[in-house]
């Protein structure tokens, strides 16, 4: 009985490697729903699995903030059942918090919480009849802490976050297994397709020059840890693997050691000044990566 994996945000990035990775698989013992938005990307798709998906891929169309296309979507699946549903699809918004749209902050929860919440509603009642399934969900070191000018950004990941830790409490009793991916920066298009207030964007001028000052300093870092820091996707998708091949596994895998000591440092001084101070300094004066 071959394995039905379901992934949305396949025109790029970590979803088509995932997509690609099981559909070449040569045990052929996945079938890939690889989704996405919209279908007039899927040559990239097409292109990467060239030719070895005959009989192991098929792409379909589901926007995670539209029920119809999930419900669409779920009507197509041949085997009317879905074994490993991997919540994928994601947006970055970055800039002071002053230049972001109350439109645009919606659009990321819809797209990050909201997408992830009704995907898994879509595909869990059957999950739970059959007693059987696997949700993963593609997490964000955002998720796990603060970064400066992501402040939206990392409240949706965070949420995603505090919904997956709830449902797999109750999720024990129906032998389905959650788990978040948590990654660092990867070298996807996911910084292009974010939205980003520009240095020159004139709404900047309405917000106060330190700041502004700030985020400057801030777009370096960012600039900086992604040369320093970045994954390819092979490295995230062999985690997935990991965490798809594993009998039991673990709520959340941790795809970069580079952030674990932030991360630790969060959990154990609770009261959050160190982590702030830790954070300051590591965003805004000049360092290496590696010193953390
Ligand atoms: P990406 O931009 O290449 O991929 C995101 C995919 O989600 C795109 O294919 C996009 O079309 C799709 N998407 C956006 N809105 C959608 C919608 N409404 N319905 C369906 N699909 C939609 O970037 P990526 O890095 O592959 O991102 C995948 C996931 O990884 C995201 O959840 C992101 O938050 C997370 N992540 C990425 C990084 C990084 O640095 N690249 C870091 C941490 C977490």
Same mark, same amino acid.
């Not at 009985?1 to 995932?18: F, H, N, P, Q, R």
């Not at 549903?85 to 972001?100: D, F, I, S, Y």
């Not at 990050?112 to 009704?118: A, R, V, W």
């Not at 400066?148 to 965070?158: I, L, R």
């Given at each position: 009985?071959?394995?039905?994996?379901?992934?949305?945000?396949?025109?790029?990035?970590?979803?088509?490697?995932?997509?690609?990775?099981?559909?070449?698989?040569?045990?052929?013992?996945?079938?890939?729903?690889?989704?996405?938005?919209?279908?007039?990307?899927?040559?990239?798709?097409?292109?990467?699995?060239?030719?070895?998906?005959?009989?192991? *891929?098929?792409?379909?169309?589901?926007?995670?903030?539209?029920?119809?296309?999930?419900?669409?979507?779920?009507?197509?699946?041949?085997?009317?059942?879905?074994?490993?549903?991997?919540?994928?699809?994601?947006?970055?918004?970055?800039?002071?918090?002053?230049?972001?749209?109350?439109?645009?902050?919606?659009?990321?929860?819809?797209?990050?919480?909201?997408?992830?919440?009704?995907?898994?509603?879509?595909?869990?009642?059957? *999950?739970?009849?059959?007693?059987?399934?696997?949700?993963?969900?593609?997490?964000?070191?955002?998720?796990?802490?603060?970064?400066?000018?992501?402040?939206?950004?990392?409240?949706?990941?965070?949420?995603?976050?505090?919904?997956?830790?709830?449902?797999?409490?109750?999720?024990?009793?129906?032998?389905?297994?959650?788990?978040?991916?948590?990654?660092?920066?990867?070298?996807?298009?996911?910084?292009?397709?974010?939205?980003?207030?520009?240095?020159?964007?004139?709404?900047?001028?309405?917000?106060?020059?330190?700041?502004?000052?700030?985020?400057?300093?801030?777009?370096?870092?960012?600039?900086?840890?992604?040369?320093?820091?970045?994954?390819?996707?092979?490295?995230?998708?062999?985690?997935?693997?990991?965490?798809?091949?594993?009998?039991?596994?673990?709520?959340?895998?941790?795809?970069?050691?580079?952030?674990?000591?932030?991360?630790?440092?969060?959990?154990?001084?609770?009261?959050?000044?160190?982590?702030?101070?830790?954070?300051?300094?590591?965003?805004?004066?000049?360092?290496?990566?590696?010193?953390?």
């Amino acid at each position: 009985d071959k394995t039905v994996v379901l992934i949305t945000g396949c025109s790029s990035g970590i979803g088509l490697g995932l997509a690609v990775r099981l559909a070449s698989d040569t045990s052929k013992a996945f079938i890939v729903y690889a989704t996405m938005r919209n279908l007039s990307k899927k040559e990239r798709l097409l292109e990467c699995v060239r030719g070895c998906h005959e009989d192991t *891929m098929e792409i379909l169309q589901m926007d995670v903030t539209d029920q119809l296309s999930i419900q669409a979507a779920k009507q197509r699946i041949k085997e009317k059942k879905v074994d490993i549903l991997v919540c994928n699809a994601g947006a970055g918004l970055m800039g002071p918090v002053e230049t972001l749209s109350y439109e645009t902050m919606k659009q990321i929860f819809d797209i990050n919480l909201f997408g992830t919440i009704c995907t898994i509603q879509a595909f869990l009642p059957e *999950m739970k009849e059959r007693k059987s399934g696997r949700i993963i969900v593609t997490g964000s070191v955002g998720g796990l802490q603060g970064i400066p000018f992501n402040d939206v950004y990392c409240a949706s990941k965070f949420a995603v976050e505090g919904f997956c830790e709830s449902l797999a409490i109750l999720l024990q009793h129906f032998n389905i297994h959650i788990s978040l991916i948590e990654c660092g920066p990867v070298n996807t298009n996911f910084m292009t397709n974010l939205q980003r207030t520009d240095p020159e964007d004139p709404r900047l001028q309405h917000v106060d020059p330190e700041t502004t000052q700030l985020y400057q300093k801030y777009l370096q870092h960012c600039e900086r840890v992604f040369e320093e820091a970045a994954q390819d996707t092979e490295e995230i998708v062999q985690v997935f693997m990991d965490a798809i091949g594993a009998q039991f596994p673990s709520l959340r895998y941790y795809t970069n050691s580079t952030f674990l000591p932030l991360t630790k440092l969060k959990l154990t001084m609770e009261d959050g000044t160190q982590y702030i101070k830790a954070m300051n300094k590591f965003v805004f004066s000049t360092h290496k990566t590696g010193d953390f």
